[in-house]
């Protein structure tokens, strides 16, 4: 693996606002090269908001680069041909296409072959559920199964860093659980990974780094077990 301390996301004073509400209020964060960055919070805290600033699908205040490059006005393709990967809420997938269409939609902004073939493979390896269903109409999938696909979508843009909103949400605990040992096996890759969460105890527990929004704002940040261990989080988020 690369330098640990080499940041790959930068985010500096970042605003959200729709109209005269502003959903997102001044962060600054950074999440670095190999790591696992949580932002938790609950509903209505800014954490979508804040994902589809970085992946360039909603206009925003401040400053956002990615490996070094500003990503300011630049378009959302534009930001995936990059590797920013967006698993987005509600996981966007077409659910009348097959898991093997919605797969290999995934790798639509890149030229090699050989390594979209190559990261296929990977993909079925991680996924045995997602193989044994290639021709599966992907609406007939089940929630757990629909959010593994759009993370192989993701996998197959061959990103650097994913952004995953609200992976484990509406979701049988088991695949929950499924899910995050795969998150954990896409980063020992070497992928860089923004998760936000509601689920403040999954997401804490799997970060190298946290943060927690409340109406917007970054109020606090740390290591994921710092985290865990703040009053504040164990109050309202954990039900301690
Ligand atoms: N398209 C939109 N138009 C107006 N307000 C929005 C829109 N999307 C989100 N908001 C508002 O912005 C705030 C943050 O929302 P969001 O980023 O979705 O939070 P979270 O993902 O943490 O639940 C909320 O108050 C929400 O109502
Ligand atoms: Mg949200």
């Known amino acids: 693996m690369e330098n640990m301390s ?3 996301l930068w985010v500096h004073d970042l605003e959200v606002w729709y109209d005269d509400i ?3 209020r001044s962060i600054s964060f950074e999440v670095r090269r190999g790591e696992i960055f949580s932002l938790i919070g609950g509903n209505g805290a800014g954490k979508t908001s804040t994902l589809r600033a970085i992946s360039g699908i909603c206009k925003f205040r401040g400053d956002i680069s990615f490996m070094g490059k500003n990503l300011v006005g630049i ?3 534009a930001i995936v041909a990059r590797g920013l990967a967006h698993v987005p809420e509600g996981r966007g997938i077409f659910g009348n296409l097959t898991v093997s269409e919605n797969l290999r939609l995934g790798a639509w902004v890149r030229k090699d072959r050989q390594a979209v073939a190559a990261d296929l493979e990977r993909v079925m390896k991680i996924f ?3 193989q044994e269903r290639l021709q599966q109409q992907a609406g007939t ?3 757990g199964e629909q959010q593994m696909l759009a993370l192989g979508r993701a996998i197959m843009s061959g990103p650097q860093m994913l952004l995953l909103d609200e992976p484990s ?3 049988a605990p088991l695949l929950v659980r499924e899910i995050y040992r795969v998150l954990a096996e896409i980063n020992r890759m070497g992928v860089s990974i923004l998760l936000v969460e509601q689920n403040a105890n999954l997401a804490l527990r799997i970060a ?3 943060g927690l929004l409340e109406t917007g704002q970054l109020v ?3 290591s994921g077990e710092e985290l865990l261990g703040a009053p504040r989080i164990q109050e309202v988020y954990l039900g301690a």
Do not use: C, H, K
Request: proline share 8%; no cysteine.
């Open 6 to 8: 080499e940041v790959v």
């Open 220 to 222: 606090l940040t740390g």
């Open 208 to 210: 190298n780094r946290a």
């Open 75 to 77: 378009p959302a393709e």
């Open 169 to 171: 949400m509406g979701i």
């Open 128 to 130: 045995p559920r997602l």
């Open 141 to 143: 999938l089940s929630g």
């Open 22 to 24: 502003q959903a997102v």
